[in-house]
């Protein structure tokens, strides 16, 4: 251990701990002046009440908010299948449209009826398990919400358009997609609005 005119100390940078390496010249030459203030002394703490508060609210279990979307998701997810089996048959049987475009003329209605309906209930149940995830992360959870929501319908409605086929089907199929997919996104952000708690009086909520 080197001797120095402060004393015996572990060969880094004076004020070090032995065993940390020390910093590169050009990081001490070039750092900025922000990152050599002290934080403050209550910043420690708040960061361990925020950890014991987010601890508690894990080991809570489930966020009651939470159930209405989920029953309403499942809800709607059904009822969006069966519309949308009887859409796809009704149009294929009475007015002659290949709808889905993308099921072809070949297909018959009651196999590109059920491959829709199942599309139909995927999809809204990744939309409310996106919505359970914006909840539980994002500040603003309704807006994020809706804007993920309205860039998905534009591309699903776009989407059958391009596609090759005739152009009455591929206009029937963004027409349902736009449908669908609209109700689906207003459903389930009236949903989360409605279930939202009201911040106390002089107080911030978590929304």
């Not at 391009?162 to 152009?167: A, D, I, N, Q, T």
């Amino acid at each position: 251990m080197p001797d120095s005119s402060f004393g015996r100390y572990s060969g880094g940078l004076h004020g070090r701990r032995a065993g940390r390496p020390a910093p590169r010249p050009w990081e001490r030459s070039f750092r900025c002046p922000s990152t050599a203030r002290r934080r403050p002394l209550e910043a420690p703490a708040r960061r361990y009440e925020d950890f014991v508060a987010l601890h508690e609210e894990i080991s809570a279990g489930s966020d009651p908010r939470l159930r209405p979307l989920w029953w309403t998701g499942i809800s709607a997810a059904l009822c969006g299948g069966v519309l949308a089996f009887a859409s796809v048959a009704a149009l294929r049987t009475m007015a002659g449209v290949d709808v889905p475009v993308f099921a072809g003329g070949r297909t018959g209605a009651v196999p590109a009826a059920t491959s829709y309906a199942l599309c139909a209930m995927a999809g809204t149940i990744q939309a409310t398990a996106l919505m359970h995830l914006l909840v539980a992360s994002s500040a603003r959870p309704v807006r994020a919400f809706a804007w993920i929501g309205a860039i998905a319908v534009v591309l699903l409605t776009i989407l059958p358009l391009v596609l090759e086929g005739p152009f009455d089907a591929a206009l029937a199929t963004s027409g349902l997609n736009l449908v669908g997919g609209t109700a689906v996104v207003a459903l389930l952000s009236l949903v989360v609005v409605g279930s939202r708690p009201f911040p106390p009086e002089g107080g911030r909520g978590r929304f």
